[in-house]
């Protein structure tokens, strides 16, 4: 049983094909296929039911690729030991974001993250914060970016921002004539939301809990991006929250229905995530003083007191 033997088995698990397999593996079809069935003589074991189409895994199967990621991802740790003894800032970094954060802060920090570490391959991928949880915990990816806190003891956390929430408010809304806005103010009857599975939604779902329903509403509608509930919010459906960064492109005349929040000012807690055994520690770090310097300049709030609804 080898290294090569187990990656060959997870590339086919993923693609279930063994010809998509190979080619992703940099290998020719006959020699992947032929160390599979290699490792499935030594084993006395069929890790795959090759009449199905797709190729599927047998019962054991799943049980072998279950094991197969663990040891592969640990045979990947002894590089990044030797890296951390040396200092060394590149190869492989798999990164994780949220939906509601990968189109603001991306743009801002790729070009100079890879610009000033280009012996990094950077991997990014969009995530719902429950997907980047797991894929930390079974060594898929190596970090995460998400709203905090999640109280998980195998995740840390290191803060990157809090980010300020702005009210979008239209011409015919009650607040709309508000120069400031209060956390009392808010209706969780009138604010349009994020669909399920976005940790945004719960952000304000956790602000506006104790809040007492004003009015009955008469639509239901969760949207999965702010631009469809900022239009929304100008057809006199709602109101909405943005996050600060989300509301610096807006025209300048959607601008004008922007209220920010008096003190103190509900914000979201937005962190770098990584296991607790992760050791791609100077890569964190690269990627945290990346961010850090295009951040401060876009979120400046030294005069406001910063609440976030997570914390309880």
């Given at each position: 049983m080898t290294i090569s033997q187990l990656e060959y088995v997870l590339a086919v698990a993923k693609h279930q094909n063994f010809t998509e397999?190979?080619?992703?593996?940099?290998?020719?079809?006959?020699?992947?296929?032929?160390?599979?069935?290699?490792?499935?003589?030594?084993?006395?074991?069929?890790?795959?039911?090759?009449?199905?189409?797709p190729i599927a895994l047998t019962d054991i199967g799943v049980k072998i690729v279950e094991q197969a990621k663990t040891i592969v991802n640990e045979s990947n740790r002894m590089n990044d030991i030797v890296d951390q003894q040396k200092g060394y800032i590149g190869g492989e970094f798999r990164l994780g974001i949220i939906p509601t954060i990968i189109p603001t802060l991306l743009p801002m920090f790729l070009k100079i993250f890879i610009k000033k570490y280009p012996k990094v391959n950077l991997i990014?991928?969009?995530?719902?914060?429950?997907?980047?949880v797991k894929q930390l915990s079974n060594g898929t990816i190596d970090v995460g970016i998400a709203a905090t806190p999640l109280e998980n003891e195998a995740i840390k956390e290191r803060v990157l921002y809090y980010e300020p929430f702005v009210g979008f408010i239209p011409e015919n809304h009650r607040l709309f004539s508000e120069k400031k806005l209060?956390?009392?103010?808010?209706?969780?009857?009138?604010?349009?939301?994020?669909?399920?599975?976005h940790c945004f939604k719960d952000n304000i779902l956790n602000l506006c809990n104790p809040l007492k329903h004003m009015s009955p509403k008469h639509?239901?509608?969760?949207?999965?991006?702010?631009?469809?509930?900022?239009?929304?919010?100008?057809?006199?459906?709602?109101?909405?929250?943005?996050?600060?960064?989300?509301?610096?492109?807006?025209s300048e005349k959607d601008k004008t229905y922007l209220r920010e929040f008096e003190n103190p000012v509900p914000a979201r807690e937005v962190s770098l995530i990584f296991h607790k055994s992760q050791l791609k520690i100077q890569m964190i770090d690269a990627l945290k003083n990346s961010i850090d310097s295009v951040v401060r300049g876009a979120i400046s709030f030294s005069d406001v007191n910063i609440i976030s609804p997570l914390h309880k």
């Open positions: 397999a190979a080619k992703h593996s940099f290998v020719t079809q006959p020699t992947l296929s032929m160390q599979i069935q290699k490792l499935e003589d030594e084993l006395d074991i069929q890790i795959f039911n090759r009449k199905k189409k990014i991928n969009e995530l719902t914060t429950e997907e980047i209060a956390v009392n103010d808010l209706d969780i009857q009138e604010i349009l939301l994020l669909e399920d599975g639509f239901e509608l969760e949207s999965g991006n702010f631009g469809t509930l900022i239009k929304l919010a100008k057809e006199g459906l709602g109101m909405t929250l943005l996050p600060h960064l989300d509301s610096l492109d807006l």
